[in-house]
Structure formats: C-alpha cells, structure tokens
C-alpha cells in the first residue's frame, strides 16, 4: 500500500534551523515533493527530488533518500512567515496525481 | 492575474442540496484535480482530467461528478449533500501529468454542509 509519515507538528525558534522529517511506503516510486500551505491558504510548491542528494533553493533544502524511503526539507534562517504546514508528497510512475502525508505544522516563535 | 481560481471561496448549505464549484485555470495546463483537504488537513485526490478524459477517480461517492467543458475548466458537482462532505476543495492543474510538473493549486472553497 501506500503512505507517508511525518510529525503532526514541529516549534523552532526564529533564526534557527529545522528540519523535517518524511518517510513514505509506495511502489513505483517517482519523485517526492514537498509543498508549504499557510493557513486558510493553497499549498504551494517548494520542491521536488528525483535523485538522491540535496537539492538547495536559498533557505530552503530538500533531502532524498530513495533506498531508505526517506526525505527531509530543511529551512534554514527561521523566519516568522515560515509558520505554516509543510506537506510532503509522491507520485509513482504511471500515477497522474501526488499522494499526500497529512503535513507537519511548524510554529516559530521569536 | 489568478492562475487556478475556484468559485466560491465559502459555501455554506444544508443537507441534501445539489451544490457545484467551479474552477478554471490560465496556465495553459493539460490536466485538472479536484483535491478535498479534511479536517485533519490530509489532502486527497478525487479526480483529475487530462484533455476532457477522466483518468482517475478514487473511491468518491457517485454524488460527486467532475464535469469539464473545456480544458481550462473543471467544475465539480455534488448532489444530495451529506455532514461529512465538509471540507475544503482544492482545484488544481498541471501540464501533463505529474513528473517534474508542480501542482499549481486553487485557493479552496470551504464547504459547511449543515
């Protein structure tokens, strides 16, 4: 079957660095996305990992490992409008729609 | 100028009434979804369309149908309203499936069924 696992929510302070985890279960795996969805908002699109490795887009980093079915974005530089939840996400090889985890809340406090 | 803009932002109505959201987007994509996000924020598909064919359709009730005129719109209807189809709907697009293509999603419309 299918599924992804991420904490329910996460706090770290501004300035500082967080990461967050997602461990997902599929087969004919794709890529892995992941998006940012403020409340009463969209999701809106941060990443997507195909290859092993780290990718970096400013003070946002999104991390995959296919053979351990492991990801993690990393948001460096803790901003107050980094509060929202992050959304990790798959598609398989085929598929035409994204699987979705239930999202990571992150509260950052001054 | 909005790229996935969906119609109404808030729906609010009572049970067993036939309801429809529309959603049209700008970006020239070749595939549209219908999301519904629940109240423990999971997002999950329902439908999408890719050039007027209905290429997924999870387990959704047949109560809900996707109707789409054209391939800039992808409206969905819902008849005989229920308590648990409350939830925020999420329109979205894509150009040619997935891959290395983003969802570019709607802002939602929060439907209260009373």
């Known amino acids: 079957g299918q599924n992804i696992d991420q904490p329910t929510e996460m706090t770290a302070t501004e300035g500082a660095i967080v990461q967050i985890n997602c461990t997902y279960q599929?087969?004919?795996?794709?890529?892995l996305f992941w998006y940012q969805q403020h409340a009463g908002e969209a999701p809106t699109f941060l990443s997507y990992?195909?290859?092993?490795g780290l990718e970096e887009k400013g003070r946002f980093s999104s991390f995959l490992s296919r053979s351990k079915g492991y990801s993690y974005l990393l948001l460096k530089e803790l901003q107050m409008k980094d509060s929202a939840s992050y959304l990790c996400a798959f598609d398989q090889t085929g598929a035409n729609n994204l699987f979705f985890g239930t999202g990571t809340r992150l509260t950052v406090i001054p | 100028d909005t790229a996935v803009s969906q119609t109404p932002k808030y729906l609010v109505t009572q049970m067993g009434n036939d309801k429809s959201i529309k959603c049209e987007q700008n970006l020239g994509h070749d595939t549209m979804y219908w999301y519904k996000q629940d109240s423990k924020k999971f997002l999950k598909i329902m439908f999408s369309?890719?050039?007027?064919?209905?290429?997924i359709n999870e387990t959704v009730p047949n109560r809900f149908s996707p109707k789409s005129p054209d391939k800039a719109h992808l409206n969905l209807h819902i008849n005989s309203l229920e308590l648990g189809d409350s939830a925020v709907y999420f329109c979205?697009?894509?150009?040619?499936?997935?891959?290395?293509?983003?969802?570019?999603f709607g802002n939602g419309t929060r439907l209260t069924v009373t």
């Open positions: 990992n195909v290859l092993d």
């Open positions: 979205a697009s894509s150009q040619a499936g997935q891959g290395d293509s983003p969802l570019h």
């Open positions: 369309y890719n050039n007027k064919e209905l290429i």
């Open positions: 599929t087969s004919g795996f794709n890529g």
